[in-house]
T-cell receptor, first 113, second 116 residues
């Protein structure tokens, strides 16, 4: 069975500083990895994904993530945080085929001006 | 990107009544849709997989008679919470996949159900 771990409930970072939100995964076979962001009382917005190819994936709003197979990690990063990045971030994994996403518990990012 | 529309966004009902939530894929056909439930400050828990033209597949612990799912067309899946109780109050989110190969799911805006 696939699973996702987001070890941090909360990440605080000053505006303009780099941010990292951690994610590790467990899945049989090749992973399909995703990051989503959720604002209060809203659905999830897709940020980026890794299917195959380059380990460094660039996504929306300046976010990027690096797939590390040996460490089974897919950490989300951004070089310079904005206050508007404050939200709840979910890492997710799915296996091959039309299977559902399995989500991590989420990490709340707070960017302080 | 693909658009998934969910309606209603908020609903308040009395205990014992039934509530229907619609999930539509607006610009693509979705043979499979997924229904998730999110409790406050918690992650999304998969409730069921909705397959067009066949019965939904429910996750362990989800009552199929309580949460009725119908996927009558390639663009519409509905979740009906029957005989709702206060403990059914939650944020329900549907999603659909544009392509098996691309992998990502697109999510509706969610429906917040409050049962009084």
């Amino acid at each position: 069975a696939q699973s996702v771990a987001q070890p941090e409930d909360q990440v605080n970072v000053a505006e303009g500083n780099p941010l990292t939100v951690k994610c590790t995964y467990s899945v049989s076979g090749n992973p399909y990895l995703f990051w989503y962001v959720q604002y209060p009382n809203r659905g999830l917005q897709f940020l980026l994904k890794y299917i195959t190819g380059d380990n460094l994936v660039k996504g929306s709003y300046g976010f990027e993530a690096e797939f590390n197979k040996s460490q089974t990690s897919f950490h989300l990063k951004k070089p310079s945080a904005l206050v508007s990045d404050s939200a709840l971030y979910f890492c997710a994994v799915r296996g091959a085929g039309n299977t559902p996403l399995v989500f991590g518990k989420g990490t709340r990012l707070s960017v302080i001006a | 990107g693909a658009v998934v529309s969910q309606h209603p966004s908020r609903v308040i009902c009395k205990s014992g009544t039934s509530v229907k939530i619609e999930c539509r894929s607006l610009d693509f056909q979705a043979t499979t849709m997924f229904w998730y439930r999110q409790f406050p400050k918690q992650s999304l828990m998969l409730m069921a997989t909705s397959n067009e033209g066949s019965k939904a597949t429910y996750e362990q612990g989800v009552e199929k008679d309580k949460f009725l799912i119908n996927h009558a067309s390639l663009t519409l899946s509905t979740l009906t919470v029957t005989s709702a109780h206060p403990e059914d109050s939650s944020f329900y989110i549907c999603s659909a996949s544009l392509s098996v190969n691309t992998g990502e799911l697109f999510f509706g805006e969610g429906s917040r159900l409050t049962v009084l």
